[in-house]
């Protein structure tokens, strides 16, 4: 057995377990209001899926979050270029991303809410959230660059495009990879936060706060599942689509060196 399917494997029995202490627990409670149970939690899911209002609020809230990220990178990624190109921005940059950091996603929710509607408010802050994270992420992957390559670029006068794959690519995409895996979770669980607080009509959020002001704590565990799975799943479709920009990228030039 691979080491791959034994992973499965070993995951697969850890959810079962995990589902199962669940069950227990909601049996034991005996209270809805206060925990459902894995069972009635997917029955409410199902509820949901055939109506056009949740895949309305799937739509709008993945569209404004995933457009957060989208910005977040391309903002990450000249900022880091700018800082390896000149110090002087780095030590502007520096401090405002620290900032970022520092702060807690909820004192951004709200100071934002003074700037932005509420139905923008998810872009903002996946776009905040993300930004330093990949940023960290750039620099790494700048830092990690060959000198020895770099040099024999530069002595052999190769052109930009040609150093860019055949030596800052192989070397920023790697941690550009991890940082936009650990990325999309923080921009999901920071956007829907946001949407649960600026309450954007037909989101996620809306229909999460909706769901506690009426103590339909089936609703609640139905919309978080659904979460979790939209965050898995463009996980997995964006990293897909990376590495197969990358080996496109990185294979070809291979290529043409040989």
Do not use: H
């Not at 990690?144 to 770099?150: E, K, R, S, Y």
Request: charged share 15%; with cysteine; glycine share 8%.
């Amino acid at each position: 057995m691979d080491k791959t399917k034994k992973r499965r494997i070993q995951i697969l029995a850890a959810s079962v377990f995990w589902l199962g202490v669940w069950q227990a627990a909601a049996m034991a409670i005996g209270q809805e209001v206060f925990l459902v149970s894995p069972i009635q939690a997917a029955g409410t899911l199902m509820e949901l899926l055939p109506q056009a209002d949740f895949w309305q609020r799937v739509g709008f809230s993945a569209g404004r979050i995933l457009l957060g990220f989208g910005l977040g990178v391309v903002c990450s990624a000249a900022l880091a270029v700018a800082a390896e190109i000149c110090p002087a921005a780095e030590v502007l940059i520096a401090p405002v991303l620290q900032l970022v950091k520092a702060t807690p996603v909820a004192s951004f929710i709200i100071l934002a809410l003074v700037w932005v509607r509420g139905s923008s408010l998810s872009v903002l802050i996946s776009f905040l959230m993300v930004l330093p994270v990949l940023y960290g992420a750039v620099r790494t992957g700048i830092r990690a660059a060959d000198p020895q390559l770099l040099e024999m670029a530069k002595v052999f006068r190769l052109p930009l495009g040609r150093r860019l794959r055949a030596v800052w690519l192989p070397a920023v995409l790697p941690a550009f990879r991890q940082g936009c895996s650990v990325a999309l979770g923080i921009c999901w669980k920071s956007g829907v936060a946001a949407e649960v607080i600026g309450l954007p009509n037909g989101s996620i959020g809306d229909a999460l706060y909706r769901a506690k002001i009426t103590l339909s704590t089936g609703e609640l565990f139905a919309w978080t599942f659904v979460i979790i799975l939209l965050s898995a799943a463009f996980e997995k479709l964006f990293l897909r689509a990376l590495d197969a920009v990358s080996r496109a990228l990185i294979g070809g030039e291979e290529d043409a060196a040989c």
